[in-house]
């Protein structure tokens, strides 16, 4: 009875193990193909599955996540013969587990090989200066040209890219003297135009000088003229208010010796006077009516007597 015992635990033991076995769970971004009889039954996707013990196997797991590879460079020939290494990065995501798990022997393989024939049938169209500036459009073609390929496997590739283009030592040589005279030429461009720039400046400052100048001469002489015409106009404005006042004092003159009722006797010698003041010393020969000529003697006299006394 013990032995019974214990064999009937080892045989429970054995068939949990066996059932505990049978349960499998995926998790997320991943699928799992499963064959029965080595046949293909079924892809699981995520969550709990349970398989039949014995008969059936998981035959491949696969990532579902975008994946990402490096592959060494390859000796590629350009269209003008020259040979360069270029390294590829491949971008690619599985969408048919099935066709994956049966599709190729080797999918990175595959695809690396895939890769490599690719870009040496889309180098030798171009030749080495289209293939140095052409990354995008050699991108473009690869990944079009390698989606169709790998589509059979259940792979769907997203990009691909160019990692480096590495020309042979000669040219690149040839390319760093060439980018220095371009940069020498283009300094040289530059610096001309600089200098072209400074000349223009410089004439465009010494025209704007020769105007500022010259409206400045031109305010200046503005200036001048109606300064001379004010003192002109003041000067006038002088003489004519000087005459005015020698006017008013004639006009009061007349008025008051009018007012005085002077006899012929005063006004013939104020009339003296006045033929005095002309002459000034300066007349040689002044004519003197008859009437002043006997005031004047009568003046004569008057002073005489004045002196005797």
Same mark, same amino acid.
């Given at each position: 009875?013990?032995?019974?015992v *214990?064999?009937?635990? *080892? =045989?429970? /033991?054995i068939?949990?193990?066996i ?11 991943h ?9 293909f039954?079924a892809?699981?996707?995520?969550? *709990?599955?349970?398989?039949a013990?014995?008969?059936?196997? /998981?035959a ?8 990402v @590879? ?14 360069m ?13 099935k =066709? ?8 990175i393989m595959?695809?690396?090989? =895939?890769?490599a ?9 171009l ?6 500036t ?9 990944r079009?040209?390698?989606d169709v ?6 792979i769907?590739?997203?990009? @691909? ?11 690149q ?13 283009r300094?040289a461009i530059?610096? %001309?135009e600089?200098e072209?720039?400074?000349?223009v ?10 105007i500022?100048?010259?409206? %400045?001469?031109k305010? %200046?002489a /503005? ?5 001379k ?16 006042? /020698?006017q008013?004092a ?5 008025r008051?010796l ?8 005063? *006004?013939?010698l ?5 033929f005095a ?6 007349a ?5 009516p ?16 004045g002196?005797?006394?």
């Open positions: 009875m013990p032995g019974i *214990i064999a009937l635990i *080892i =045989l429970i /033991i068939a949990f193990l059932v505990v076995s049978c349960i499998k769970v995926v998790p997320q971004a699928a799992v193909v499963v064959e029965r009889l080595g046949g039954l892809t699981w996707g995520v969550g *709990i599955h349970f398989k013990p014995f008969i059936d196997r /998981i491949k797991r696969v990532l579902l996540k975008e994946q @590879v490096d592959f060494p460079p390859q000796p590629v020939i350009t269209k003008d013969n020259v040979t290494q270029i390294d590829t990065v491949v971008y690619f995501q599985i969408t048919d587990p =066709l994956y798990a049966y599709g190729v022997e080797n999918p595959a695809i690396e090989n =895939l890769t024939t690719t870009l040496r049938n889309i180098i030798g169209d030749e080495l200066d289209e293939t140095l052409s990354r995008e459009t050699i991108n473009t073609k690869m079009a040209s390698l390929a790998t589509d059979p496997w259940g769907k590739v997203n990009r @691909v890219e160019l990692k480096n283009i590495i020309p042979p030592a000669a040219i040589d040839a390319m760093e003297k060439q980018m220095k005279a371009e940069r020498e030429r300094e530059l610096r %001309a600089g072209k720039k400074s000349t400046l410089v004439a465009e400052g010494k025209k704007e000088s020769a500022l100048d010259a409206e %400045a001469e305010q %200046a /503005i200036l001048r003229a109606e300064a015409k004010e003192a002109t106009i003041r000067e006038a404005e002088g003489q004519a208010e000087a005459i005015l006042k /020698i008013q004639n006009a009061d003159g007349l008051m009018k007012e005085a009722a002077p006899d012929s006797n005063v *006004i013939q104020k009339s003296l006077e006045a003041k002309a002459a000034d010393g300066k040689t020969k002044i004519i003197i008859s009437e002043i000529q006997g005031m004047a003697g009568l003046a004569k006299s008057i002073v005489e007597v002196k005797e006394g």
